[in-house]
């Protein structure tokens, strides 16, 4: 039987049909609601003031409560997997990831990738292909831009390899190029009383710890829900059938999950931490399934003052999130293992009254 | 004790309650909101472009995103089933179902129905019920029309029987009837690439097949969630205590969702198709489960020009959903006999941009 | 090691934090929105016509469809929990509950306490906290004030407890304080066939008892999903890593979602009582757990005349519900005990149409 369906149906790209410099406009444009914000704040929980009521953002000079961050961040994402990621083994980093633009409800984003490194494993069967992804909004400003790297197979492991060329990314966001997705804000009008901490930047400083205690158990049920709030399709995290044969033998949960649970989790001992600015590197550790209890503790890296701005200050963050383990000892590695009960370790920046 | 409750409380019609011109006006009016847009898209993951991101849908000429039909029919379909469906032992059939005017967020709709045919079965347990429903809009136009039948059971067994009437229904909808809840596209500025499918209207032919590929498992929190949303209150899908001790053990989802399911994986083939403009029949073939994990297949049944329209033409399509049978076979039917992995034969046409 | 991170993160307050007199602003304002509305009814599925359809509120004079009253109850109430019952043993009850001013979508609330009364244990191990707490709109008017009581831990036995108060609570809410929240309505416009039921205020009489019949399991995704919408922070319903480790070995639902599930369950049976106006006291008798159908039914405790209102009477309920127990036999008491499937006890006031 001939398979006329094979061209129409997407099974998309493998590690040969890259290259470097393409460009690829990834569908589907998204208006962001009110109604994607609450299933957001109903799956995650989050209480940062600034994104939760719209007259406290208006008091400190939002024109509304500006969309979460991660919302943000995990919507641009979602569009880049049909092209991306579809055949990806791996996902093995984020690194320079800016948020440049407050988005509203009501804003259409999509996104676009930039090819700008690839590099074939010794094994050939697949190669690591860099991308610099950017969500836009409608009037075609950069709201978000980063970059990751991901391990994808191959079709054919005879296929000819690209020449390798692997970018050179920066360890970090430069604290200069922090807070142009946050406009000035009037610290006066900041209630700390009503944003739940009396916290600001100068109250913190580098090396220090915090456990935010909580831990917070995910159902299959939410993270389908959270990832296909996003429209991200990477089958690995719907279709028990298929992965119930699996190595793991279960439904793998999208990386992105942990991240907000554990931004969500950081209100306790962050409240006025109201923006994740830049995002330096993170990594998934770990895998995380359904009726695992994910956990969180932080420490300050770095404390920075932005230029030319008294309004707010950045801190440098890792927040690390672990599985069915309570985070009062900072788990976090043993030599340079990872505690097994680490699923992620990320490095970001937040911004904070001053 | 007396009980004076009951008459309070409503138990439902049986088949004796109806009569052939019997008119009945559902309960409870929706407000169709963003928020419930949010929430539908969260269950199923939808992507088609045109309902996705208002800028998409304005580019081709619609005011704004509308809402996505399947929303449309299960809200219509939802406020029928306390007055049509409450006692009913199956849900036999659908026909000559016509999307007829563009829903938006904030449009309010309720639902009327007609009692179009009554046949007792001859057990004289139960009797078809043949109604005519329809979804009207705050300016009182019509939405969306459609007939379905159904198995009720009688109050007593004794109850007079109705005089037979049964309908003569359209084996489908007509090509030419097609298309009036889709304004006049602008093809031009049908942006493929952002929708993420090249397939037009001239790339499909009768008789191809194409899998959908991808498997969606769900779960009792997302079909209970979801069933609510549409204010469909059968409580065979809501209450495990005593669908626990039924033929199934265990609750039955509402046959729209795997509808839905379906439709949202077909986007996997049939990108641009993106509006179903009418539902020639349809057949749930066996319960679905949760736990289970759906996929789904189509074959293109024929292609139709909309008469005086060079915008968009049509595709009548069968769609099968499976569940814990991925469809690279298409599996359908052995003789007479339905695999037995399918739930779903759906008979529908879709609009695509020519 | 030290732990400098100890002050900064919030383990909430002990009883021997507490005085009476206290005021406390609590954390976080929330906008509630169309988003979470449709959140809300789609994991209650309640179907009363004035929140469910713009056009019905307004046509009997609302400006829209106000927000179901139990939600901003469950949304005020979650703000109170990180400053009063993150360290309670056991919520022990309500009263005097007044909802003052309809809440719609955009509008933004806040909750403050007042400490009103405390009363140490002779364990000396707990005492117990009463509070009223007001949720507060935008403008600053109280939309909705009750006082609630909790056991709350000693941080120390040796701790010296404060003077005893405990101050004198009303057994119910006055019918001549009730409707506030409740503009004047058209009763000519108010259309029984589209609500979904015939009966008004005249049709009920005390004493009568009414079993809504269908039951509703609950999902552990569901009433998390509930609880951090509503901000609702206390652990005991997210971790069940720990909690499994707990008295119960598993998850508690929060209090609140079997009162919003017997809530739209009582519609079938008050289907116009679209407005809870008070509550006079509450109780939940036992806990419920996920895998539980919850059931309920209810007894019409009075009826009353609004003073100077011909629109709207009011109804005095007491809903009960109960897990896996259908209610046709009205279960309640055996003597002094609460029959064991009873889980909550709720005294309240709703209005309905003359």
Same mark, same amino acid.
């Given at each position: 039987?001939?398979? =006329?369906?094979?061209?129409?149906?997407?099974?998309?790209?493998?590690?040969?049909?890259?290259?470097?410099?393409?460009?690829?406009?990834?569908?589907? =444009?998204?208006?962001? /609601?009110?109604?994607?914000?609450?299933?957001?704040?109903?799956?995650?929980?989050?209480?940062?003031?600034?994104?939760?009521?719209?007259?406290?953002?208006?008091?400190? &000079?939002?024109?509304?409560? =500006? $969309?979460?961050?991660?919302?943000?961040?995990?919507?641009?994402?979602?569009?880049?997997?049909?092209? !991306?990621?579809?055949?990806?083994?791996?996902?093995? &980093?984020?690194?320079? %990831?800016?948020?440049?633009?407050?988005?509203?409800? &009501?804003?259409?984003?999509?996104?676009?990738? @930039?090819?700008?490194?690839?590099?074939?494993?010794?094994?050939?069967?697949?190669?690591?292909?860099?991308?610099?992804?950017?969500?836009?909004? *409608?009037?075609?400003?950069?709201?978000?831009?980063?970059?990751?790297?991901?391990? !994808?197979?191959?079709?054919?492991?005879?296929?000819?390899?690209?020449?390798?060329?692997?970018? @050179?990314?920066?360890?970090?966001?430069?604290?200069?190029?922090?807070?142009?997705? %946050?406009?000035?804000?009037?610290?006066?009008?900041?209630? /700390?009383?009503?944003?739940?901490?009396?916290?600001?930047?100068?109250?913190?400083?580098?090396? @220090?710890?915090?456990?935010?205690?909580?831990?917070? /158990? $995910?159902?299959?049920?939410?993270?389908?829900?959270?990832?296909?709030?996003? *429209?991200?399709?990477?089958?690995?995290?719907?279709?028990?059938?298929?992965?119930?044969?699996?190595?793991? &033998?279960?439904?793998?949960?999208?990386?992105?999950?942990?991240?907000?649970?554990?931004?969500?989790?950081?209100?306790?001992?962050?409240?006025?931490?109201?923006?994740?600015?830049?995002?330096?590197?993170?990594?998934?550790?770990?895998?995380?399934?359904?009726?695992?209890?994910?956990?969180?503790?932080? @420490?300050?890296?770095?404390?920075?003052?932005?230029?030319?701005?008294?309004?707010?200050?950045?801190?440098?963050?890792? /927040?690390?999130?672990?599985?069915?383990?309570? %985070?009062?000892?900072?788990?976090?590695?043993?030599?340079?293992?990872?505690?097994?009960?680490?699923?992620?370790?990320?490095?970001?920046?937040?911004?904070?009254?001053?």
């Amino acid at each position: 039987m001939s398979e =006329p369906s094979m061209p129409k149906t997407d099974s998309g790209k493998f590690f040969e049909d890259f290259r470097v410099g393409l460009e690829i406009h990834h569908a589907t =444009p998204r208006t962001i /609601t009110l109604g994607d914000v609450a299933v957001y704040n109903s799956l995650f929980g989050s209480r940062f003031a600034v994104q939760s009521a719209d007259t406290f953002a208006q008091k400190i &000079g939002y024109p509304r409560s =500006p $969309v979460d961050d991660l919302l943000v961040f995990h919507v641009v994402f979602g569009k880049t997997v049909p092209d !991306v990621s579809l055949n990806a083994v791996a996902n093995l &980093g984020y690194a320079d %990831c800016h948020f440049l633009k407050a988005v509203y409800p &009501g804003d259409t984003l999509h996104s676009v990738s @930039e090819v700008i490194g690839l590099k074939e494993n010794s094994s050939k069967k697949t190669g690591i292909v860099y991308v610099r992804s950017r969500g836009i909004n *409608q009037n075609g400003d950069t709201v978000l831009a980063y970059v990751r790297w991901v391990m !994808v197979r191959k079709r054919k492991e005879t296929a000819a390899a690209p020449q390798e060329i692997v970018p @050179e990314l920066p360890k970090g966001v430069d604290a200069t190029l922090l807070g142009r997705a %946050c406009p000035i804000i009037n610290v006066a009008a900041y209630d /700390t009383a009503l944003a739940g901490s009396t916290r600001r930047f100068g109250d913190y400083k580098a090396g @220090e710890k915090i456990d935010h205690i909580v831990g917070i /158990t $995910v159902e299959e049920a939410e993270h389908m829900i959270a990832t296909r709030l996003y *429209q991200n399709t990477a089958r690995i995290h719907f279709d028990h059938f298929t992965e119930s044969k699996s190595r793991f &033998g279960k439904r793998l949960i999208y990386g992105g999950h942990p991240i907000s649970l554990a931004r969500a989790l950081s209100f306790n001992g962050f409240g006025n931490a109201f923006h994740v600015a830049a995002i330096n590197g993170g990594r998934h550790v770990s895998p995380l399934f359904a009726g695992l209890t994910v956990f969180a503790w932080s @420490e300050v890296l770095a404390i920075a003052e932005l230029p030319g701005r008294k309004d707010v200050g950045a801190l440098r963050l890792r /927040t690390v999130a672990t599985k069915d383990h309570p %985070c009062a000892d900072f788990p976090y590695k043993v030599g340079d293992e990872y505690d097994p009960a680490v699923i992620l370790d990320l490095d970001y920046w937040v911004l904070i009254p001053r």
